[in-house]
């Protein structure tokens, strides 16, 4: 079974805090995707990785870095955390072989306060 | 443009069939996905279709395409209420080399006893 770890389950930080979301897939998948989740809007693409070191703009990429730096461990970065950051984080893993379907975490609820 | 809809939310009574709709964009799409959102977790894959199927079932699941509309509908026949969650429509696109995901809103599913 494919699994995906987020590093923390819910978080609360202050505006202006840098903040830092872990992932950690371990089937050795290439590629790695951060979404954010907001009520009535979906699923939005915020970055991807299809290898390490490489990293792409999705659709909602402002105010976001990202970095990996080894295989299994996709890293989501507010520079500077603000209140319309709130939101749940979740991040997800894809080989390149089979149905292209994607493998999700549990997510991370993050408030900015 | 990238656009996947959905209704938002669909109450139905336990042993009732529920059916959930989607329409989406892109024609070239390869694969359709239907993902499940229990309350607090990340998304879990479903069931897909591959874009020259018309239908595919699934045990209590059936997946029907129609792809002269761009329709995607997700059928559970005898809804319990452990059926009751979000549930997203995804399709596949090919952006630059790159499969990428889109997802719809979510429906979410509301199963009374």
């Known amino acids: 079974d494919v699994k995906v770890t987020q590093s923390s389950r819910y978080l609360v930080k202050r505006t202006g805090e840098k903040v830092f979301l872990e992932c950690v897939q371990d089937m050795d998948h290439e590629n790695m995707f951060w979404y954010r989740q907001d009520p009535g809007l979906g699923l939005r693409l915020i970055y991807f990785?299809?290898?390490?070191?490489?990293?792409e703009k999705g659709d909602i990429p402002e105010g976001y870095s990202v970095s990996r730096e080894k295989k299994e461990r996709f890293s989501l970065i507010l520079e500077s955390a603000s209140t319309n950051q709130t939101s749940m984080y979740l991040c997800?893993?894809?080989?390149?072989?089979?149905?292209?379907?994607?493998?999700f975490g549990p997510g991370t609820r993050l408030t900015v306060t | 443009g990238e656009d996947v809809e959905q209704s938002l939310f669909l109450s139905v009574r336990e042993g009732d069939s529920s059916v959930i709709n989607c329409t989406y964009t892109d024609s070239s799409s390869t694969y359709l996905y239907w993902y499940k959102q229990e309350p607090g977790a990340g998304l879990q894959l479903l069931t897909y279709?591959?874009?020259?199927?018309d239908m595919k079932q699934d045990q209590r699941l059936t997946v029907l395409l129609n792809k002269k509309d761009k329709h995607l509908s997700l059928r559970i026949a005898d809804t319990q209420t452990g059926d009751s969650a979000i549930y997203f429509c995804?399709?596949?696109?090919?952006?630059?080399?790159?499969?990428?995901?889109?997802f719809g809103t979510g429906t979410r599913l509301l199963v009374s006893p």
């Open positions: 997800a893993s894809r080989g390149f072989l089979g149905t292209y379907e994607q493998y």
């Open positions: 990785s299809y290898d390490v070191k490489m990293k």
């Open positions: 279709i591959f874009s020259n199927m």
């Open positions: 995804a399709e596949s696109i090919e952006r630059t080399g790159f499969q990428k995901l889109v």
